[in-house]
């Protein structure tokens, strides 16, 4: 036993040599602390004095300019370009028999209060939002006005509402939810004792969900993003993606692992009518994989999903989603980013439904005819067989997707790996991710901005080099957020505005993006910080803006984001009949 024990030590061990050595070691070009930012005017922040904010989520509405923060006992409005002014608050704190009632059932003083875990916009004028209220759920309308008119932020008494099925009963509990045409999708624990994880949807007529009890199709979920993705032009073809993680036995019964996976629903599925009555008609998943490859043949796996972005695209229907990862291993801890498109997410769930006899046995391919229309298809003129309604399904289609709620296939990322590494030992850990897509002179490039536990936001871009089959990570800045070390809580980004807005419990946080002229003032300088936001005009590091703004000194951009070649860009250039050399 003593020599297979270490015979698995020394494995292990080599796997994480191995891990060391495919991440890279990466050091920022800038590092600002929490004073720097404050001096350099790159920062602002809103605190409530002597109270920890605790925020749980965070919207933001670029109609009205404002960002709602949803925290302990109260909402917060502020305004987008300054969010340390022109502040609005509600108090919505629970109420002493309300609290009285939470204690004796044995909880802490500090989980029966009021805090807000669902903040969505309900309409033009009107927010939804969800509150713990002592462990006994409540929700509310917020009213906003017309963004043309005078400004308002008032909770509407008459709206009050059970929050039972829209929001959960404990502050800790992980839920997520997205809002459309006045239906909310989410993912939460429905009650107390928190044994039925399920995904909902509730309107003021229907309330539809995944099966109680059915380990198959959700087995003690983690819920962590949802988003309303379109498939094409037909609305009634629209899908709802939920992520997610949950335990899965291994094929010898024993051992439960942790797995992610991605969800759907259609989001006009009104369930069966004889069957799957109020119940998802429609429900599928498959795992997301994201792993790396070591040379005795075993891959690490990042099963833990920390956050997921959905970078949108023009069209919303081919957004990329990207997924941060932890490990699960009691060994090492270790991170990883991975980015999915969405044309390999729909063949996955175009592909083969999995099957197995029991729990304990291996998953394989469903080979036997499949019904018509398609299990999980939506009712719509795109899935053919003019269906108007999920009701009208064969109960066949509907046994069948009770059935087999998994597909076969996984969805594999980007490249095959992850696009960013992190497993060095007695390293901060990563909360938190948002993504802008920028557009530089060589390309475009993905500019991630990561959270972490200790009051930092990494801002990182990351390069395939497609002859090398290689991922290379630049580390742009490490910004210290807070004075305060905290792990970050939610990062919101706005390219609009060029603006992140960071939530932690000590606070709110407002950063600009980037600040070209700290790279420096020479020419070498700017082209060597690789950073897609800033170039060099001829006499600064100033921002990029793509081709079709017209002023002198912007015909002298210098930019080389791939590969930072400062001596050819730099030195001795002829730039409109002018020989030009760095100052």
């Known amino acids: ?100 009632e939470c204690l004796m059932k044995g909880r802490e003083k500090s989980e029966c209060a009021n805090y807000i875990k669902v903040l969505q916009q309900y309409n033009q004028t009107h927010l939804l939002v969800c509150g713990t209220g002592a462990f006994n759920p409540i929700c509310a309308l917020v009213r906003l006005g017309d963004s043309g008119q005078e400004r308002q932020f008032v909770l509407e008494g008459d709206s009050l509402m059970s929050g039972k099925g829209r929001c959960p009963f404990d502050p800790n509990s992980p839920c997520t939810s997205v809002l459309s045409k006045g239906e909310l999708y989410i993912g939460l624990y429905t009650d107390y004792w928190e044994n039925d994880g399920a995904l909902c949807r509730l309107n003021r007529q229907t309330h539809t969900r995944t099966e109680r009890n059915d380990r198959q199709q959700l087995n003690n979920p983690k819920f962590v993003g949802a988003a309303v993705i379109p498939d094409n032009d037909d609305r009634d073809d629209d899908k709802v993606y939920f992520f997610f993680t949950e335990l899965e036995t291994n094929p010898e019964g024993a051992k439960k692992a942790v797995h992610t996976h991605v969800g759907r629903v259609c989001a006009n599925d009104q369930g069966g009518q004889r069957m799957l009555v109020n119940r998802w008609s429609s429900f599928l998943k498959t795992r997301l994989i994201c792993s790396v490859a070591s040379p005795n043949g075993i891959d690490t796996h990042f099963d833990e999903l920390e956050d997921v972005f959905v970078l949108k695209d023009k069209d919303g229907k081919d957004p990329e989603i990207f997924g941060l990862f932890s490990t699960t291993s009691a060994v090492f801890k270790g991170y990883a980013v991975c980015v999915y498109r969405m044309e390999d997410i729909r063949a996955a769930f175009n592909g083969p439904f999995a099957q197995r006899e029991r729990p304990e046995h291996h998953w394989t391919p469903h080979e036997d005819r499949i019904p018509y229309p398609r299990p999980g298809s939506c009712a719509s003129k795109m899935s053919g067989g003019g269906f108007s309604s999920s009701k009208e399904f064969p109960d066949e289609v509907l046994r069948f997707v009770r059935a087999h709620p998994v597909m076969y296939r996984p969805v594999l990322p980007q490249y095959n790996r992850p696009v960013l590494l992190q497993t060095e030992p007695g390293r901060r850990k990563l909360t938190q991710i948002a993504v802008d897509r920028v557009q530089a002179q060589d390309g475009h490039y993905h500019v991630l901005y990561i959270g972490t536990d200790d009051s930092m936001v990494l801002k990182v871009i990351t390069i395939y080099n497609k002859d090398t089959d290689s991922m290379e990570e630049v580390l742009l800045e490490e910004l210290q957020v807070f004075k305060v070390p905290a792990p970050i809580q939610e990062i919101i980004i706005s390219p609009k505005r060029q603006q992140l807005y960071v939530g932690s419990e000590v606070g709110v946080a407002q950063v600009r993006l980037h600040q070209c002229d700290l790279y420096g003032s020479e020419c070498a300088d700017c082209c060597l910080a690789r950073d897609p936001y800033c170039a060099w005009d001829g006499l600064t590091c100033s921002r990029y803006y793509p081709a079709g703004v017209y002023t002198k000194s912007r015909r002298f951009r210098r930019q080389d984001v791939r590969h930072g070649n400062a001596v050819q860009l730099c030195n001795g250039l002829q730039i409109d009949g002018e020989q030009w050399r760095p100052r």
């Open 1 to 100: 036993m003593a020599e297979r024990a270490r015979a698995a030590y020394l494995a292990v061990m080599l796997l994480y040599l191995t891990l060391l050595d495919t991440a890279s070691s990466i050091y920022p070009r800038i590092r600002l602390t929490h004073k720097e930012l404050w001096q350099q005017n790159r920062s602002l922040l809103f605190q409530e004095h002597g109270v920890a904010l605790q925020p749980r989520t965070m919207l933001l509405d670029e109609g009205h300019e404002r960002l709602y923060i949803g925290a302990r006992n109260a909402l917060y409005s502020l305004s987008l370009d300054q969010i340390n002014t022109d502040q609005t608050e509600i108090q919505w704190a629970s109420t002493e028999s309300q609290i009285e």
